[in-house]
């Protein structure tokens, strides 16, 4: 029976920074500029992963964002497609995947000062909730296989994009 208070109690040490630095930042609204910065990366970051495509669209669906000494952890899930001219709106390669992306404020901009995605293998879950707090890892793990409304957002840009 002392092995399991033990266990607990080392448990409970392990956890508490982790609960006190959630506890101690502050939730933030994301604002169409940061939006913006976040979408610019990620399209940057994956111009060259894929095969090459005319062009590239991301849609992203923010859970939360808290701010913490001037650093600001944004917790969302992205989709990405390419596309070509001649298959329109028909993607050719791209992901859906959970995101943590820190932004600060530099320069009168913010910049992505850091990117995470959960390993796509069996520690997925486990990953997923060492990234996002518990809420946020949860309605992450619903959404995985089932971003409708993202698909549709980025269809709606490469529509757009094909009619210019």
């Known amino acids: 029976m002392s092995w ?21 930042s502050t939730n933030i ?18 111009q060259d992963v894929y095969p090459t495509t005319d062009r590239q669209f991301e849609a992203h669906k923010v859970y939360g964002a808290k701010e913490k000494s001037g650093v600001i952890s944004v917790y969302m899930y992205s989709f990405y ?19 943590l992306i820190k932004l600060e404020e530099q320069e009168g901009k913010y910049v992505v000062t850091y990117y995470k995605e959960p390993q796509n293998d069996s ?13 946020y890892a949860a309605k992450a793990l619903a959404d995985t296989g089932h971003v409708k409304e ?6 709606k840009k490469a529509e757009v994009w094909l009619n210019q």
């Open 4 to 24: 399991i208070k033990i266990i607990v109690f080392l448990s409970g040490i392990l956890l508490l920074p982790g609960c006190i630095a959630w506890f101690n």
């Open 29 to 46: 609204k994301v604002t169409q500029e940061m939006d913006k910065t976040i979408t610019d990366y990620i399209l940057k970051e994956y």
């Open 81 to 99: 497609l390419c596309f070509n001219k001649e298959t329109g709106t028909e993607g050719q390669s791209g992901h859906s995947v959970p995101v």
């Open 123 to 135: 520690n997925y879950k486990y990953a997923l909730y060492k990234m996002f707090p518990r809420v």
């Open 150 to 155: 993202l698909e549709k957002e980025v269809q």
